[in-house]
């Protein structure tokens, strides 16, 4: 059936009210809308006054015949003529509803949602624990209570450390085993890189897929690598990213070997030892023979240095700059062998190969050498 004005279903509708505060010496005020003198309620001290003997309306304006006494909102007004017709819900009036759609959002400071609500993904059936974002912008998953020092907290348990670490923008927490699941694709790495303003990945902590890796870099660089291709499952760089260092096993033996140069101990105090069959560099006339072995042991200063770590406290460090200033013993060890064996008449030492050994003898060695001396002296 046809409606004179708006249809209720559409629209809701208010009487609106003015409020002014007197101060003993003002008569006109003005109305939020048109009006007539008999068109509306106005009260003074909550009294009603008389339309046209205490106050007349003239379009917006309300003109009192006597000023209104002081007060703050101490003058009202009701409008009857025409109450307010809106499609918008009156923001004072409670709104009940089965079901509804919110094209812009919801806003507010209090209230709460009963029933089933989810919205981008978050059901609010979930436990009051499952997400929280705190006052300090902190996101706690798992707990109400994410740590102080964190940007992310995500708690499965409570491990009893109640003071993470200052630095740590993320904390993993369990109360038995926490830890980290990345998976990446079959033929990539997946890990951990670490940046800065200048380079994005300076450091990292890296998985290769397909060739069985891990790898760990520093200044952009892989100085150490653990593998396991079946020659080499640990492999390191040296400071510059130069000179490798592999270890490896094989059936029941284990390597290790200077890929690019030699293997020296080190120990705290600075001596660097090397057993080898080519460093006879400080020997005048070098090995005394063909597979001939060296002892090398260069003194220089400790390598063992003291640093302040985040915390103020000392810890020891290993200084890898090769040391300028040294002393050195070199020792041709196979002919320190090869003298004993001319004095005491023993066989020390066996060659031979794959084979097994070649036959010589200590009398041999020595008949061989003593021929050589004559010799020696018959060319004299």
């Known amino acids: 059936m046809p409606y004179v004005g708006n249809q209720p279903a559409a629209n809701f509708a208010s009487v609106t009210k003015d409020t002014f505060s007197g101060n003993a010496s003002t008569t006109a005020f003005t109305l939020s809308k048109v009006a007539t003198t008999n068109g509306v309620a106005v009260f003074v001290e ?7 003997t205490a106050y007349s309306v003239s379009g917006t ?27 918008t819900h009156p923001a004072g009036q409670a709104l009940t509803a089965t079901s509804g759609t919110f094209s812009a959002g919801v806003s507010g400071t209090t209230g709460t ?7 981008l993904g978050i059901d609010d059936n979930a436990d009051a624990v499952a997400m929280t974002i705190d006052s300090s912008e902190r996101i706690g998953i798992g707990t109400t209570s994410p740590a102080s020092t964190s940007k992310v907290h995500i708690k499965s348990g409570a491990s009893g450390q109640g003071t993470p670490h200052s630095a740590s923008t993320v904390i993993i927490e369990g109360s038995a085993e926490a830890g980290i699941n990345i998976l990446s694709g079959n033929t990539n790495f997946a890990g951990i890189v670490w940046g800065d303003d200048g380079d994005n990945d300076l450091a990292f902590l890296q998985y290769k897929h397909n060739d069985n890796y891990m790898r760990f870099g520093t200044n952009a ?13 640990f492999t390191m760089k ?11 096993g094989s059936g029941t033996n284990s390597y290790i070997q200077g890929v690019s140069g030699e293997i020296y101990a080190r120990d705290s105090a600075g001596n660097n030892t090397l057993l080898s069959p ?3 560099e400080y020997i005048p006339n070098g090995a005394s023979e063909e597979g001939a072995w060296a002892y090398l042991s260069k003194k220089s200063d400790s390598n063992i240095k003291t640093e302040k770590d985040e915390d103020g406290k000392d810890v020891p460090v290993v200084d890898t700059t090769e040391a300028k200033d ?8 196979m002919k320190v062998v090869r003298e004993v064996e001319k004095l005491t008449g023993t066989k020390l030492v066996y060659t031979g190969n794959q084979d097994g050994d070649d036959g010589s003898t200590v009398k041999d060695d020595i008949i061989a050498g003593l021929i050589k001396r004559i010799e020696a002296l018959e060319s004299k």
């Open 46 to 52: 909550n009294v009603r006054q008389i339309p046209t």
């Open 61 to 87: 304006t309300l003109t009192f015949t006597a000023a209104p006494p002081s007060g703050t909102n101490n003058i009202y007004v009701m409008h009857h003529n025409t109450p307010v017709s809106t499609a």
């Open 113 to 119: 949602f009963t029933g089933a609500f989810t919205s």
């Open 221 to 233: 660089q892989t100085k150490l690598q653990l593998a396991e291709n079946g020659t080499a499952t």
């Open 238 to 248: 040296d400071t510059d990213g130069g000179t490798n260092t592999a270890i490896w």
């Open 278 to 280: 080519h460093r006879f």
């Open 326 to 333: 040294f002393t050195y013993v070199n020792v041709d060890m």
